[in-house]
């Protein structure tokens, strides 16, 4: 932890039921900063995410954005604050329109930064009077990213945003990140290492709940990171 960190995580627990997922987890985001968080599955990364959102009621231990501390508040009034999750689901609500999708994630805040959507993902211009339900999975992705960063978000939270997309859309995606965490801080769960190699300034290594590796700045490279994964 770090005093210039705008979110930090202590002594995080986290159980569902009798079920323990999450053991004593510490990290900490700088503005501006990309961190990934690495593990196979089942290790407790959506967990995290989730934790950190607002969604989840089992919880133990300090998170703090910006100096307010977050826990045992709901998921929306956590979103009200500029922290903006993207579930590793990629749902929609597929009877809507993608503007009318994409409007829902300011309902809270009112605030609708459009020409920040479509610099980023030109492609959803052309697809906003189209029902979600028929977007490709890439589309789909961009609609999520897209949905959360029409707000002005302080700290984007991602699941797994490359899972299952092909490269081409891997690669713009990575692009967008670099050039958001310019001004929003991000937290990314990803399996893709080249892809959170190239744009991480931290990485946590989780395993069974619990962090086992945290790699900073030149320590970071792929080869040590898969033996986390
Ligand atoms: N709602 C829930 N109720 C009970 N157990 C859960 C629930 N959600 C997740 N778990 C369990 O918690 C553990 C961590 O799950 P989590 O989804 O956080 O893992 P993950 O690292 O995101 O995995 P993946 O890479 O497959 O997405 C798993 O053992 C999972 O079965
Ligand atoms: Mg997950």
Redesign the pocket.
């Known amino acids: 932890m770090n005093q210039s960190d705008i979110l930090t995580v202590g002594n995080l627990n986290v159980s569902?039921?009798e079920?323990k997922?999450l053991f004593d987890i510490e990290m900490g985001v700088k503005p501006g900063h990309v961190v990934a968080c690495v593990?196979?599955?089942?290790?407790?990364?959506?967990?995290?995410l989730k934790s950190i959102a607002g969604f989840l009621k089992n919880v133990s231990g300090t998170i703090a954005f910006d100096g307010a501390s977050l826990l045992g508040m709901m998921a929306y009034d956590v979103a009200k604050l500029g922290i903006k999750y993207i579930p590793?689901d990629k749902k929609v609500f597929s009877d809507l329109t993608v503007r009318e999708n994409l409007e829902l994630g300011s309902y809270a805040t009112k605030d609708y930064n459009w020409e920040q959507v479509t610099d980023y993902f030109p492609k959803l211009k052309a697809l906003m009077d189209r029902k979600a339900g028929f977007l490709s999975g890439g589309e789909r992705q961009m609609l999520m990213i897209g949905r959360a960063i029409l707000g002005n978000p302080k700290i984007l939270l991602i699941?797994?945003p490359t899972e299952g997309l092909a490269p081409s859309i891997v690669a713009h995606l990575r692009d967008v990140f670099k050039e958001l965490s310019k001004k929003t801080a991000l937290v990314i769960?990803e399996?893709n290492l080249p892809l959170v190699c190239a744009i991480s300034e931290k990485i946590y290594a989780?395993k069974e709940?619990r962090i086992v590796k945290e790699l900073v700045g030149e320590k970071i490279s792929a080869s040590i990171c898969e033996g986390y994964l």
């Open positions: 569902y039921g079920s997922v593990g196979r599955n089942g290790a407790g990364k959506s967990t995290l590793q699941d797994e769960v399996q989780i709940g």
